[in-house]
């Protein structure tokens, strides 16, 4: 199956996490911040519907959210979406970071951009958890790609 995938804009993690934290700088409030997110959300690749499963379906988010991985430990992809539009631009800084990169770098990389730009303080539980779960799925997959 040929899955729709982005590239990543930066170079690294690290790149694409700094990126993240300058974008944000220039809003100079929450709801700024969360239209931001909105619209970042609207630029996440398809998912085709016959993908949207149980099997794809995250756990752990409140929102439906699927997500699908392929490569190997030398570049893993990931393609995700969700029904709701905050998540969507959650989940579209989180491939941002980790999509189109090494297992090894997925894995050395914490999601430290979340505290930087202030969403750990501004997110619901709900949300945070569900941030968390995905994280944890990207994070699941590159330690079974480098296992392999």
């Known amino acids: 199956m040929n899955m729709l995938t982005a590239r990543p804009d930066e170079a690294s993690a690290s790149d694409a996490q700094q990126a993240i ?3 944000f700088g220039m ?16 630029k996440l690749v398809p998912l085709p519907e016959a993908l ?13 959210v699927w997500i699908v991985s392929r490569g190997d430990a030398q570049c893993l992809h990931f393609t ?4 709701s539009a905050i998540v969507s631009g959650l989940i579209h800084l989180a491939l941002r970071v980790y999509s189109g990169r090494s297992a090894s770098e997925i ?4 999601a ?8 750990s303080q501004h997110l619901s539980p709900t949300r ?3 941030l968390a779960a995905l994280i944890a799925f990207i994070k699941h997959r590159a330690e079974a790609a480098l296992a392999a």
């Open 27 to 42: 809003f100079s409030d929450w709801s700024e911040r969360y239209q931001y997110l909105i619209d970042l959300g609207r």
């Open 128 to 130: 945070s958890n569900g």
């Open 107 to 110: 894995l050395a990389t914490d």
């Open 80 to 83: 995700a979406v969700s029904d």
């Open 112 to 119: 430290d951009y979340i505290t930087r730009i202030g969403l």
């Open 21 to 23: 934290v300058d974008e």
């Open 52 to 64: 949207r499963t149980e099997e794809n379906r995250l756990h752990g988010c409140q929102s439906n």
